[in-house]
């Protein structure tokens, strides 16, 4: 019966946001209530250190290369002992879409996003943060890594002397 | 004949009071509406101004008010200033014939708990709820925009495709009663209410009604989504808040009549009559949202096939057998 199934149709329906009507909202009031990101949220971007307290960026560019935005610019420098790092490095926050690429294309782990997600402001050139703004004292996600101590041969550390690195071998003495 | 001071005294206090309950309501209805369809949906609706936002409604008609107020530069000035008002007047008008609560002993005097009480008042509310649908043809004509205008016509096809079911659905009410007279209609449903004899009769003058509101199932002359808002697509400020209050005004006066032809009226135990009434009114108006938040809407041919094939034979053969019936057992 067509009849009779409509109006059990009509009548579930019903029912069902009836049920809804008695159930807890799931609105986060948000000024008052914060919900708390999962870590691995992104939101604000930051830069960070090594263990030893070095800034982890060497001014590669891949973040920059990698922002679909184009919201990522820095100029790279070198300094006594042959470290490279940025002059500056701003990140307009205006544009940026939070996507994440450039934190996956850092070598170093140096750019990490964040689940800080209030960062409005009043005026939109407060949003232009530069590297003053953006470095942090900490690691970040990896706090253990430090990359000059893999790659930093010739720079940090002579050669053999790496983290999970062996001294090189004396080819001559291979020979028979 | 002079007519008695206090007798009028009385009737002007009714109508003062009717006004106030009337509009106040209809303002705290859509505060009502906006929160159960946000407990429908998940949400929690308005609770900023006020307590559990409870002073929503002032803070929409301060907004309402001090808008501005736009009429179309190639619309009909009169008729879209005055179109508002012959959508909000009849539905006020309609709650003088509906008798909200027992009649009262009041020094010395009988005080019926309606405004008036007249013979023809069923046919009264036909003709009136007839009258509200000018507003909104005459809101949507003079706007000239072509989605007021398609969302007047749909008003129109509605009409004629709901009015009649709604008019015979009331017939066995009458028969029942043997008067058009609203109060001989509750006093004829003291002991048992028309519910319990007129099921059928009941579930179309509650379809006709949905329809009578333009509410969702209904809503073809608005149909957000299709035509922007229909008729009152145009409209702005105050002159919105009429067609939006006079919807609100009719669901509660039409919740009102489904009791008073349905429910007993203001009949019930224990409590007194007046909260019978209020009660009963209102419980239309939460089904009214609680439909609005289940139930998409309709094409409009398929409400005028629904009115036209399937509500109008089913009233006229619930005449039909109203009448044997009361002819059988001698009733008539």
């Known amino acids: 019966m067509r009849v009779v199934d409509d109006i059990t149709a009509i009548l579930t329906g019903l029912w069902t946001t009836l049920k809804h009507i008695l159930r807890r909202p799931v609105t986060v009031q948000y000024p008052e209530e914060k919900r708390t990101p999962s870590p691995r949220y992104r939101a604000r971007i930051i830069l960070t250190r090594d263990p030893d307290g070095g800034e982890r960026c060497v001014a590669c560019y891949l973040c920059s290369a990698a922002c679909p935005v184009d919201c990522i610019s820095m100029q790279a420098e070198e300094v006594e002992g042959g470290r490279r790092r940025a002059a500056w490095f701003r990140i307009n926050f205006s544009r940026c879409i939070f996507c994440g690429l450039c934190a996956e294309a850092c070598p170093t782990t140096a750019i990490q996003m964040t689940p800080d997600y209030e960062i409005c402001k009043r005026d939109v050139m407060d949003l232009v943060f530069e590297k003053e703004d953006l470095l942090v004292a900490h690691g970040g996600k990896d706090a253990r890594y430090n990359f000059y101590r893999h790659a930093g041969i010739g720079v940090t550390q002579p050669r053999g002397e790496g983290a999970e690195e062996r001294p090189p071998v004396d080819v001559r003495g291979l020979l028979p | ?332």
């Open chain 2, 1 to 332: 004949m002079m007519p008695d001071p206090v007798e009028i005294a009385f009737v002007i206090a009714k109508i003062g009071m009717v006004l106030f309950v009337i509009l106040t309501l209809a303002a705290y209805l859509v505060y009502a509406e906006r929160r159960l369809l946000a407990w429908i949906q998940d949400r929690k609706g308005p609770n900023r101004v006020g307590p559990q936002g409870l002073l929503q409604p002032l803070a929409d008609l301060v907004k309402l008010l001090t808008k501005e107020d736009v009429c179309p530069p190639a619309g009909d000035r009169w008729l879209f200033f005055l179109a508002p008002a012959m959508a909000a007047i009849p539905a006020i008008m309609t709650f003088a014939i509906v008798p909200f609560g027992a009649p009262l002993r009041l020094a010395g005097r009988d005080l019926p708990l309606q405004v008036a009480d007249l013979n023809v008042g069923l046919l009264l509310f036909m003709a009136l709820s007839s009258i509200a649908v000018y507003g909104v043809a005459l809101g949507g004509w003079a706007s000239n925009s072509k989605y007021a205008l398609l969302g007047s016509l749909r008003g129109l096809a509605q009409l004629i495709s709901y009015e009649l079911s709604m008019g015979l659905s009331l017939v066995p009410a009458v028969m029942l009663a043997r008067s058009f007279r609203l109060s001989d209609i509750v006093a004829a449903q003291a002991g048992c209410w028309f519910i319990l004899y007129q099921p059928l009769a009941f579930v179309v003058f509650l379809v006709s009604i949905l329809a009578e509101c333009k509410r969702i199932p209904f809503d073809l002359p608005e149909a957000e989504g299709e035509l922007v808002a229909g008729f009152h697509t145009e409209y702005s400020g105050m002159r919105f808040g009429l067609f939006f209050v006079g919807e609100y005004i009719n669901i509660i006066v039409l919740g009102g009549l489904a009791a008073t032809f349905f429910l007993g009226g203001w009949h019930g135990p224990v409590l007194p009559g007046i909260l019978w009434f209020w009660g009963k009114a209102l419980a239309f108006a939460f089904l009214f949202i609680w439909i609005r938040g289940t139930l998409p809407r309709l094409r409009y041919d398929q409400l005028m096939h629904f009115g036209w094939k399937v509500l109008t034979p089913l009233a006229l053969v619930n005449i039909l057998a109203t009448a044997w019936w009361l002819f059988l057992t001698g009733g008539a």
